[in-house]
């Protein structure tokens, strides 16, 4: 039986990134795939919550921007009112908060929780199975949504 993780999501926009870098600051780690990562500790009770920005299927970095520098020039720019180097829409398909070390906690908890870090509700929230939507992506060699994976399995909020 697949081990099913209390999970919020947020489809991108330009609001939704501006509001990472104005409330977030730069991600503790971003990845080659094109994952923007930071690590809070403002789930329930102090929990830590992974926030994961993920890439759209088939992401491609823009051109002359290392892996560390996509999500500060992208949210500069978009922040500043600037065309970016790319429109975060064709980089990212949303954001994922979910407890990063396996918490227990009821996914309505965890939402609570996400508006007042990130001050914007999610679009959909609830228990999600990981496991089955990395294998997925992994299988098609990052070729698949994992927000559009993550939606199928959640409800939006009431």
């Known amino acids: 039986m697949a081990t099913r ?3 919020c999501v947020w489809k991108v926009s330009d609001k939704l990134v501006v509001a990472l870098d104005e409330r977030f ?3 503790v780690d971003a990845y080659v795939n094109g994952s923007q990562v930071w690590l809070r ?5 102090g929990i830590t919550v992974e926030w994961r920005l993920h890439p759209v299927a088939g992401y491609q970095r823009p ?3 290392g892996t560390y520098e996509v999500f ?3 949210s500069a720019a978009v922040g500043a009112g600037s065309p970016p180097a790319a429109a975060p829409a064709a ?3 949303g954001l ?3 407890p990063a070390y396996g918490d227990e906690v009821e996914p309505a908890t965890l939402a609570a929780a996400c508006i007042d870090a990130l001050g914007r509700p999610p679009d959909a929230a609830g228990l999600a199975d990981h496991q089955g939507i990395g294998d997925a992506w992994e299988h098609s060699g990052g070729r698949v949504s994992i927000i559009a994976a993550l939606l199928e399995q959640l ?4």
């Open 72 to 74: 500060d020039e992208i």
């Open 63 to 65: 051109a002359g921007m």
């Open 155 to 158: 409800t939006p909020p009431a």
């Open 91 to 93: 980089l990212w398909d």
């Open 5 to 7: 993780v209390p999970t």
């Open 41 to 45: 500790d403002d789930g329930p009770g």
């Open 96 to 98: 994922e908060a979910f």
């Open 25 to 27: 600051g730069p991600p």
